[in-house]
């Protein structure tokens, strides 16, 4: 009974559209013109903010830092002249002869192995140790995201305070124990870097257990469970199955370390202010320095010259990274 | 359902407009005045009060204050893209030349002329030394903000306790470092704040001034030559820092990684007799300091040498500036000329325990705290020390008193480098790119 009430709908409509297209094509025409200039409004305005954004805050700064970087400002006609290649001549000078630049670009440079080497590597090891579901998982999962979700100011506050040299608890203990560097923890050169790598890898670990728990979670069960059956052990169940199948996660997550090295810079502020005497600083950090003295030019060449470098660096890590993994499908 | 909708939507519109009428600024009969301050040291019952003072005298104006002690990173980008503009800004010391040259700020020099009390004229009000602080092209932008007595604060309650003397020789306060730690009982005679190391220009420049005296100075920040990166009162003074802070002893342990307010902390609490800082440290420190603490500020101690022994380093630099887009420049100027009287200066120092650079006598004020009676004594009675350079490469921050590395404080503390190597290092840079610097800042022989 229901098949004949379709087959009857079917050919009801079939008629009404023979009876349009004959009779009323001008009506048809029309409504999918409507249609389609609507369709091209809707696109035109969802696409509208982005592409605005992107002109201005990506096209324009980045031409307009283009053009400060040939440019210096002069205080007596109030004007920036156009010098050619000479901020890009003093830029490597200072980088290849003074000991701050070289140092800065050494500190920049380090965040690389820090970031992709000890942070990521431990940020695996967590998130799968809380997909394994270990003793009081949930616990650790807030306290290892904590640190992402309050202010870097506090953050760096309440670290600072745990190795002060007076009132600090951990400096406290260390200190029983004749671990007690000259000058304090953030003031003594030799210990200020470890000091902010550990902080980073501290604050950072949660960020990117976040991404790779939800990749770990997303993965196949039965893929797993199978595993199990045939009795695999942990290791071989992280290094075998797991880490393949979030492989592309774990090359986002290292592209982002890898761009540490050409911004980072407020944990560095915001920990030792870049002392003692400059020995904490990042290029990064030197940039936000210039910008801040009303420097523009020196700043946009620095900018520009570590863009030149940093993008095809980028560029073949990532590809180098996908080469690498597999491509998993699941 | 459509029929709420569009009552709905026409409620919200109207309330928009109804919320947006109320915030405008011009809602009242009043000209709101909008002052946007660096809420630091000085606090802000100063501004609140001289703002009642002016509201009083102009009843159709409303001021409106806005501090934070951020501002003057954050007046930056304002003022260059000329929006949400405030009508005058109290900054500290940073590049407004820059703004100055760009044609942001608005020209001040009818302010310079305007007569403020018993016929003097602002300019005239002024403090001779201080006039050209604010001028660039021949055009006065900027208006000094505070003057300042800068140097090393004294726990004077412990040094009477203790009966140390307070030192008039750089001798005398070595053998008080020493005195400090055979009596102190684990008492350091200096805390001071590694992360901001340049608090001890406050002193450094100070015994520099000493030996080279205030013609000395003004020569070396004329920068006309890279052979003023060769003054030996440099040298000197930081063979003085050198003998009294590389001796590690002499600090309380752990200094170099110390922010200004943790150092500050371990003065208030007795860990330190002594601390380089400047006239604000009893404002900023109030709420933290005991009720039986006392401290001074002692006269600097002179330098072997000194052809002007009484030297105190004002650390000038703050300033005053209206931006040119402001919406009412000749009212806020009228409130600078206001701010310049004697009776508001006054009141000023009453309540920031700070000179301004003008002509007037602070000392006079009844009730101020010994601290802040220690300081004025000195400004008074001390040959004061302004760092004003008109020469571009001094704004553009191509040169400076370090130009090489910057403040040199910590690494000579921890034995990095020495006296000599850091003023050697100086001359070398500068001259490697004195004519690269002048070509860069249009400067012709």
């Not at chain 1, 790779?212 to 009795?231: C, H, Y």
Request: some cysteine.
């Amino acid at each position: 009974m229901n098949y004949l009430k379709r087959k009857v709908k079917n050919i009801k409509n079939g008629c009404i559209d023979v009876f349009n297209v004959i009779f009323r094509p001008s009506l048809v025409e029309s409504h999918y013109k409507k249609r389609v200039i609507k369709k091209k409004v809707f696109i035109f305005l969802m696409l509208l903010l982005p592409i605005t954004q992107f002109l201005i805050f990506f096209v324009y700064v980045n031409v307009d830092t283009l053009i400060l970087s040939f440019k210096r400002y002069d205080y007596i006609n109030g004007d920036y002249l156009f010098v050619g290649f000479e901020n890009y001549r003093t830029t490597i000078r200072d980088l290849l002869s003074l000991e701050q630049f070289k140092t800065a670009l050494i500190n920049s440079l380090l965040f690389f192995p820090v970031t992709n080497f000890i942070t990521l590597p431990l940020s695996i090891i967590s998130a799968y140790f809380l997909f394994r579901k270990v003793p009081f998982g949930k616990v650790f999962k807030v306290i290892f995201f904590l640190p992402s979700i309050i202010s870097i100011v506090v953050l760096t506050m309440s670290f600072q305070f745990m190795f002060d040299p007076i009132f600090g608890p951990v400096n406290s203990i260390l200190n029983e124990i004749g671990i007690n560097p000259e000058g304090g923890w953030f003031g003594n050169k030799k210990t200020v870097m470890p000091m902010i790598f550990l902080y980073c890898i501290w604050a950072g670990i949660g960020f990117n257990m976040v991404l790779l728990n939800g990749a770990i979670s997303r993965l196949p069960k039965e893929v797993i469970e199978s595993a199990r059956i045939d009795g695999i052990g942990m290791y071989k169940e992280l290094t075998k199955i797991i880490i393949p199948m979030i492989w592309p996660t774990i090359t986002t997550l290292f592209v982002i370390g890898t761009t540490a090295v050409f911004t980072i810079f407020l944990q560095n502020m915001l920990l030792a202010n870049g002392g003692p005497s400059g020995s904490s600083k990042t290029i990064a950090y030197i940039v936000t320095e210039l910008v801040r003295s009303g420097n523009l030019t020196d700043a946009a060449t620095i900018g520009m010259l570590f863009t030149f470098i940093g993008v095809p660096m980028i560029m073949f890590i990532k590809r180098f990274i996908e080469r690498i993994g597999e491509n998993v499908e699941y | 359902m459509k029929k709420y909708v569009k009552l709905f939507s026409s409620a919200s519109f109207v309330f928009m407009i109804l919320l947006t009428a109320s915030c405008s600024p011009e809602s009242s009969d009043k000209t709101r005045l909008r002052i946007a301050f660096a809420e630091t040291g000085y606090g802000r019952e100063w501004l609140e009060e001289i703002a009642v003072a002016y509201e009083k005298e102009n009843p159709d104006v409303e001021i409106v204050l806005d501090g934070n002690p951020n501002m003057t990173a954050n007046a930056g980008p304002k003022i260059e893209n000329g929006r949400d503009l405030a009508d005058i800004y109290f900054l500290l010391e940073t590049n407004w030349q820059l703004w100055a040259t760009k044609g942001y700020l608005e020209d001040l020099s009818d302010l310079y002329q305007m007569e403020v009390d018993n016929g003097k004229t602002v300019e005239e009000k002024l403090i001779d030394e201080v006039v050209d602080f604010g001028k660039i092209n021949d055009k006065y932008y900027a208006l000094p903000w505070n003057d300042g007595v800068t140097g090393i604060v004294y726990n004077a309650g412990m040094f009477e306790e203790k009966g140390w003397e307070v030192p008039e020789t750089f001798d005398e306060l070595i053998d008080l470092a020493e005195q400090i730690k055979d009596e102190g009982r684990g008492i350091k005679p200096f805390t001071w704040p590694g992360q901001y190391s340049a608090y001890w220009n406050f002193v450094v420049y100070g015994w520099w001034a000493q030996i080279e005296g205030i013609e000395g100075m003004r020569e070396f920040f004329a920068f006309e030559t890279p052979e003023v990166y060769k003054q030996q009162g440099k040298l000197k003074a930081l063979e003085a820092f050198e003998t009294l802070i590389g001796d590690q002893s002499n600090s309380v342990n752990g200094v170099n990684g110390l922010i200004h307010t943790q150092a500050q902390m371990q003065f208030a609490n007795g860990l330190a007799a002594m601390i380089p800082n400047g006239i604000w440290i009893e404002t900023e420190t109030e709420a933290a300091l005991r009720d039986d603490f006392r401290m001074k500020m002692m006269p600097l101690p002179t330098l072997d040498g000194a052809v002007e022994p009484n030297i105190n380093n004002t650390m000038l630099g703050d300033f005053i500036v209206v931006p040119k887009g402001a919406a009412h420049k000749d009212i806020a100027k009228d409130f600078l000329k206001f701010m310049s009287t004697d009776e508001m200066l006054l009141l000023y120092t009453e309540k920031t325990g700070s000179p301004r650079p003008f002509e007037y006598d602070p000392t006079q004020i009844e009730g101020l705290s010994e601290f802040v009676q220690s300081c004025l004594d000195i400004w008074k009675n001390s040959t004061n020390f302004y760092i004003i350079s008109k020469n571009p490469m001094y704004f553009a921050n191509d040169l400076n008193t370090f130009p090489k590395s910057g403040a040199p404080y910590g690494d000579i503390y921890l034995g990095d480098t020495t006296a000599q190597q850091v003023w050697q290092g100086d001359y070398d840079y500068v001259v490697e790119r004195w004519d690269e610097f002048k070509e860069k800042n249009g400067i012709e022989d």
